[in-house]
């Protein structure tokens, strides 16, 4: 995606970005571009006993775009990267798969989002789960720390996606995998909706053409392994509109780090 110079103004865009998620963690029945909450999670395919097995204050917020622990395949003792983790629903869910022997940390950059999340994780002792404050461009890691990268609906919020496949796939071990949700395009979005931040915050003007995401994903040193189609709609006008032209749709994927990658 070609973001105009000049015109798209990357600090500007993430106020925007901060003021949505914050009034997402703080107030989640207010009125969004987009669906929140456990009707969502139940639509998308979360399992009712995943999210009776997680904190309702995390369920309530969640503001992911599809549903991925089909294809993530946790396991006992695994190390698992939450990239955007918002009120921590994925988080939570991974913990619960990973179990005590196994480590959960949550990144996002939202103050109000790490708060909730943090809370909850104390309050529901959750102590393999850990949530820190980060941006998922630059990711405070080292190499190989992690068996699992997760992220839902928050790739396509992000100017420059090539570091953030970058950053996940440095911070996976030999063999670890990406697994995410996200909006992509079947056509290239015009400089009118890419330039307008309340639509990217809204997980539409950021949305990248597939094939350009998958090349993203190859070139950072992935390779493709999965991919499915989720039933994700937005709710306003505007964004439905957009989605509608542009052939706007969630997927799920999953991609490896090879041994010789990195
Ligand atoms: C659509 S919400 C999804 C939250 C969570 N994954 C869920 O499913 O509920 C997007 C989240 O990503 C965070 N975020 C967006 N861009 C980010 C960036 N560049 N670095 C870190 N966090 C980011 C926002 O603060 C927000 O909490």
Known sequence: MSIPAGIFDRVD????????????ALAPEGKYHFEVGRPLAERLGYPARLLDSIPAGAVESFAGVGYFFDLARLSLGERVLDLGSGSGTDSFAAAVSVGSGGEVVGLD????????????????????????????????????????????GVINLSPDKAAVFSEASRVLRSGGRLVIADIVS???????????????????????????????????????????????????GRARRATDTYGITSLSLVASKDSKAH
């Open 109 to 152: 950059m939202t103050p109000e989002q790490l708060h909730k999340a943090g809370e909850l994780q104390r309050t529901g002792g959750f102590a393999n789960v850990a949530f820190r404050e980060g941006h998922i461009e630059e990711l405070p890691f080292e190499d190989g720390s992690f068996d699992c990268v997760i992220s839902n």
């Open 186 to 236: 079947g056509r290239a979005l015009t400089p009118e909706i890419v330039c307008n931040t309340e639509l990217w915050a809204a997980c539409v003007g950021g949305a990248e053409q597939l094939g350009v995401y998958e090349q993203l994903i190859a070139d950072s040193g992935l390779t493709l392994r999965e991919r499915k189609k989720n039933p994700y709609t937005f709710l306003s």
């Open 13 to 24: 865009l993430e106020v925007k970005v901060k003021d949505v998620y914050r009034q997402v």
